[in-house]
């Protein structure tokens, strides 16, 4: 038995982040049911990651709405907007990221909700909330990425603004929300009511970057200062970042110069005594350490390194990762499918509850393949 088992929520939300706050939800147990226009659904089912499409979905859809049902209606139909609000009576969940005013012109905004399940938890997510003169821009992950200044921490310091290389905005803002609804959902079981949870693009941005952004706030508004050598954090001394080596790459994280100046035997290195020259001089150390790390294969450096504790490791591609038996020991991939024939290979939950992984073999479903079925099930 799963955690959630025996809670029943409804999917109204598209794209990344409300319906990777659903899946995670699913993977905890819950029944989640997308509710999707007939003829279109969500539209990630043709939103492609490299072309790559399965079934007449995109692959991106199969990912993030695996372990799901689908019932399709027409909101804007009385009758089966009459359908889904009986549905929403018997629902302990509901998750919807439409534009600010949607849900109000349909009827099925949380005040309305409401009072058809007082018992009900209702996930909101915007791109910038609900207030303000950004209330109704797009709220898109790379949009949020650039106004948020999360770009400014990217690259090297003659570089542009660059973006993260995934939606990692999308996803924290579907991890936050699943934090609300449990939340709320613990609450709950204590008053017997519901409750409206709302999270923001732009709030989980700000959030993510809670660690520099705290420092600017408090350090004069000085803004972040990229190394112009392999910057991997703005903040941060060397050695921290990635090195070519020989044959390949190595990342160094937090360490005392003039310690790996006598492990690597770079003399060069022992002059930087003073801790805080390893920021000031960040630069010119960072030189040192990419034209030495250059004359020898990344596995000497870390049989050097690693006895001595020094924080490193090798850079891997996905094939070498895949390859390690320290990935395969976590059983992160699973088979999801439709069907005996059609069937990929994902993520699972990177959750354990008492000590079992949590999996499921249930892919993404077909536009309302269960739309009658559920109709009949719940009395719709």
Not at 150 to 156: C, R, S, V
Not at 234 to 259: E, N, Q
Not at 282 to 290: F, N, Q, S, T, Y
Not at 342 to 349: G, S
Request: aromatic share 8%; proline share 6%.
């Amino acid at each position: 038995m799963k955690p959630l088992d025996g809670l029943l929520v409804l999917d109204f939300s598209q794209f990344l982040a409300g319906p990777s706050a659903a899946l995670r939800l699913a993977d905890l147990g819950a029944r989640v049911i997308k509710i999707e226009r007939p003829g279109i659904g969500d539209l990630s089912r043709q939103l492609t990651n490299g072309d790559l499409m399965l079934d007449g979905d995109s692959v991106l859809f199969h990912t993030i709405n695996r372990n799901k049902e689908s019932f399709t209606a027409n909101l804007k139909d009385p009758d089966d907007l009459a359908r889904v609000k009986a549905l929403i009576r018997q629902a302990d969940v509901m998750i919807e990221n439409f534009r600010p005013g949607v849900m109000e012109r349909l009827g099925l905004d949380y005040a309305s909700v409401e009072e058809l399940n007082p018992r009900l938890v209702y996930g909101r997510v915007t791109g910038y909330g609900a207030e303000g003169p950004w209330r109704d821009k797009p709220g898109q992950d790379l949009l949020v990425q650039a106004i948020s200044g999360m770009t400014w921490l990217n690259g090297n310091a003659d570089m542009p603004p660059t973006p993260f290389g995934q939606s990692v905005v999308d996803l924290f803002a579907g991890a936050h929300l699943v934090q609300g609804i449990l939340a709320c959902l613990v609450r709950r079981g204590t008053t017997g009511k519901g409750g409206l949870v709302e999270v923001s693009l732009i709030e989980s941005a700000m959030d993510v970057q809670f660690e520099v952004f705290t420092t600017f706030l408090n350090d004069g508004g000085q803004l972040p200062r990229r190394s112009a050598v392999n910057n991997a954090n703005a903040y941060l001394a060397a050695p921290y970042g990635i090195y070519p080596t020989a044959d390949g790459y190595i990342a160094l994280a937090m360490a005392s110069i003039p310690r790996l100046g006598e492990l690597l035997d770079c003399p060069a290195l022992l002059a930087y005594t003073d801790p805080k020259s390893w920021f000031s001089h960040r630069d010119e150390i960072k030189r040192i350490l990419v034209d030495h790390l250059q004359t020898r294969p990344t596995a000497e450096w870390l049989s050097i390194l690693e006895p001595a504790d020094i924080w490193c490791a090798e850079v891997f591609n996905w094939h070498q990762l895949t390859a390690h038996e320290g990935f395969q020991v976590l059983k992160m991939v699973q088979t999801v499918g439709r069907s005996s024939d059609i069937k990929m290979e994902t993520t699972r939950c990177p959750i354990r509850i008492d000590g079992q992984i949590l999996v499921s073999p249930k892919g993404a479903p077909r536009l309302g393949e269960d739309t009658e079925k559920l109709a009949a099930e719940f009395h719709l």
